[in-house]
C-alpha cells in the first residue's frame, strides 16, 4: 500500500468524515428526507405555536430560581412542531432569536445551566425531556392544579414578559372560585418578594379581587320607611318581617394623631386567563408520580406464616435481622390467617 491509498483509508474511516449521503449542515435543509418545503413548514408553524404554561412547574422553577431555564423549555415543546420530543437545533435557535428575541449569549447561558434537567443538546438536535421528567427534577410529588396557561408567542419574547407570564401560570382563572392568598403565602411558593409579585402582575395582567370580612345580621324589611308586617304562625298575631344585611367589619388603625376605623382586608384573589387540561393528561401525570415516589420508598415486604413457630422457623433458616408484628384482623388480606409485617431491626 503507497502513501496515497493510505491517506484515503485513513480519511475513510475518519469519525469526522461525512458520506456524501448524509446531509452537512449548510444543506440540510435540502436532503430528501427532510425538504426544502417540510422544513419550511415546519418553521412556520413552530412560529406561530402557542406556549402552553403548567401552574405546579412554574410554582416550583420559581422557588429555586430556574424560571429562565423553564421558559425556555416551555418555547422548546412549542417549537416541537412534531410532538417527537427532538427538534432540529439550527430551527430551534432561528426560531428563539427570531420570534422569542432571545440573545444568543442569554439563549446559550440557559441552554447550559438546563442541560440534562430540562434538555440534552445533542450535535445538530435538542432532545426535550418529558412533562414526568421534568417534574421529578423539580420535585415534584403531586400535579394539584388541573388547568394550564395557553399564551401567543407575542406573550413570551421579553425576559421580563416569560418571567411574569411564568408568574402569572400559578393563580386560578376567573370561571373558577379562589381562596384568598396572602402575598406571603405566595412569597412561601415562588420565593419572589412582595414588590416582585406586583412587577409582575402588571406585565402579565393579572387581575387582583380584593376580599373585605363582613359579618351578617337581621334588621326590620322596611318599604317607603315604614317597617313590614306580617301574620305571625298559623295567622295569630302580627310580627315584624326581618331581612339579612351584611356589613364590612371594622378595624382601629392608629395613626400619629388619632385613630382610624377602617374596613378590615382578607387576602386577596389572584386571576388569570387559564384553559382546561386535556381529558386526564395532568391526572395521568400525577398518578405516575405517585408510582415514582412508591418506587423510592417501597413498603416493608409482608410475609406470611401459619404460627409463631414457623415464623422463628423462618427467621433461622434466612439469618435475616428483621422483626415483625402480627397485623390486626381487620388488615388481614385472607379472613383467619395469620399475616405479619416484616420491620427492620435498625
Same mark, same amino acid.
Given at each position: 500500500?503507497?502513501?496515497?491509498?493510505?491517506?484515503?483509508?485513513?480519511?475513510?474511516?475518519?469519525?469526522?468524515?461525512? *458520506?456524501?449521503?448524509?446531509?452537512?449542515?449548510?444543506?440540510?435543509?435540502?436532503?430528501?428526507?427532510?425538504?426544502?418545503?417540510?422544513?419550511?413548514?415546519?418553521?412556520?408553524?413552530?412560529?406561530?405555536?402557542?406556549?402552553?404554561?403548567?401552574?405546579?412547574?412554574?410554582?416550583?422553577?420559581?422557588?429555586?430560581?430556574?424560571?429562565?431555564?423553564?421558559?425556555?423549555?416551555?418555547?422548546?415543546?412549542?417549537?416541537?412542531?412534531?410532538?417527537?420530543?427532538?427538534?432540529?437545533?439550527?430551527?430551534?435557535?432561528?426560531?428563539?432569536?427570531?420570534?422569542?428575541?432571545?440573545?444568543?449569549?442569554?439563549?446559550?447561558?440557559?441552554?447550559?445551566?438546563?442541560?440534562?434537567?430540562?434538555?440534552?443538546?445533542?450535535?445538530?438536535?435538542?432532545?426535550?425531556?418529558?412533562?414526568?421528567?421534568?417534574?421529578?427534577?423539580?420535585?415534584?410529588?403531586?400535579?394539584?392544579?388541573?388547568?394550564?396557561?395557553?399564551?401567543?408567542?407575542?406573550?413570551?419574547?421579553?425576559?421580563?414578559?416569560?418571567?411574569?407570564?411564568?408568574?402569572? =401560570?400559578?393563580?386560578?382563572?376567573?370561571?373558577?372560585?379562589?381562596?384568598?392568598?396572602?402575598? #406571603?403565602?405566595?412569597?412561601?411558593?415562588?420565593?419572589? *418578594?412582595? =414588590?416582585?409579585?406586583?412587577?409582575?402582575?402588571?406585565?402579565?395582567?393579572?387581575?387582583?379581587?380584593? #376580599?373585605?370580612?363582613?359579618?351578617?345580621?337581621?334588621?326590620?324589611?322596611?318599604?317607603?320607611?315604614?317597617?313590614?308586617?306580617?301574620?305571625?304562625?298559623?295567622?295569630?298575631?302580627?310580627?315584624?318581617?326581618?331581612?339579612?344585611?351584611?356589613?364590612?367589619?371594622?378595624?382601629?388603625?392608629?395613626?400619629?394623631?388619632?385613630?382610624?376605623?377602617?374596613?378590615?382586608?382578607?387576602?386577596?384573589?389572584?386571576?388569570?386567563?387559564? #384553559?382546561?387540561?386535556?381529558?386526564?393528561?395532568?391526572?395521568?401525570?400525577?398518578?405516575?408520580?405517585?408510582?415514582?415516589?412508591?418506587?423510592?420508598?417501597?413498603?416493608?415486604?409482608?410475609?406470611?406464616?401459619?404460627?409463631?413457630?414457623?415464623?422463628?422457623?423462618?427467621?433461622?433458616?434466612?439469618?435475616?435481622?428483621?422483626?415483625?408484628?402480627?397485623?390486626?384482623?381487620?388488615?388481614?388480606?385472607?379472613?383467619?390467617?395469620?399475616?405479619?409485617? *416484616?420491620?427492620?431491626?435498625?
Amino acid at each position: 500500500m503507497n502513501s496515497a491509498d493510505f491517506i484515503d483509508l485513513c480519511q475513510h474511516l475518519s469519525p469526522t468524515h461525512i *458520506s456524501p449521503e448524509s446531509p452537512t449542515p449548510e444543506h440540510r435543509d435540502t436532503h430528501p428526507s427532510v425538504g426544502p418545503e417540510r422544513a419550511s413548514i415546519w418553521l412556520d408553524q413552530a412560529r406561530t405555536n402557542r406556549v402552553r404554561l403548567i401552574p405546579d412547574l412554574s410554582a416550583a422553577a420559581l422557588r429555586i430560581k430556574q424560571s429562565k431555564q423553564l421558559a425556555l423549555w416551555y418555547a422548546l415543546r412549542a417549537i416541537n412542531v412534531t410532538g417527537s420530543g427532538i427538534v432540529d437545533k439550527d430551527i430551534a435557535l432561528t426560531v428563539l432569536r427570531d420570534t422569542y428575541h432571545y440573545s444568543t449569549a442569554s439563549l446559550y447561558d440557559c441552554l447550559r445551566k438546563g442541560e440534562g434537567i430540562y434538555w440534552k443538546v445533542l450535535c445538530d438536535r435538542i432532545s426535550i425531556r418529558g412533562l414526568r421528567d421534568v417534574a421529578a427534577a423539580l420535585d415534584i410529588g403531586r400535579i394539584n392544579d388541573r388547568h394550564f396557561r395557553e399564551i401567543t408567542p407575542g406573550q413570551f419574547n421579553t425576559s421580563l414578559a416569560r418571567k411574569a407570564q411564568v408568574y402569572a =401560570s400559578i393563580h386560578h382563572p376567573a370561571g373558577i372560585h379562589g381562596n384568598p392568598i396572602s402575598r #406571603q403565602t405566595i412569597t412561601t411558593i415562588t420565593g419572589l *418578594s412582595k =414588590s416582585a409579585q406586583r412587577r409582575l402582575e402588571v406585565a402579565a395582567h393579572v387581575n387582583r379581587v380584593p #376580599q373585605y370580612a363582613v359579618h351578617s345580621f337581621e334588621v326590620p324589611a322596611m318599604i317607603d320607611g315604614k317597617v313590614v308586617e306580617i301574620s305571625g304562625p298559623h295567622g295569630i298575631g302580627r310580627e315584624i318581617l326581618k331581612r339579612q344585611t351584611t356589613v364590612p367589619v371594622k378595624v382601629e388603625v392608629y395613626g400619629k394623631n388619632k385613630v382610624y376605623l377602617v374596613n378590615k382586608r382578607l387576602p386577596n384573589v389572584y386571576q388569570s386567563e387559564q #384553559q382546561a387540561a386535556a381529558k386526564g393528561i395532568l391526572s395521568k401525570l400525577s398518578k405516575r408520580l405517585k408510582v415514582l415516589i412508591q418506587r423510592e420508598a417501597r413498603k416493608p415486604i409482608r410475609r406470611y406464616y401459619k404460627s409463631e413457630k414457623r415464623l422463628a422457623k423462618g427467621l433461622n433458616a434466612t439469618g435475616q435481622t428483621e422483626g415483625y408484628f402480627k397485623l390486626p384482623i381487620w388488615k388481614r388480606l385472607v379472613w383467619g390467617r395469620q399475616e405479619w409485617e *416484616s420491620v427492620v431491626c435498625i
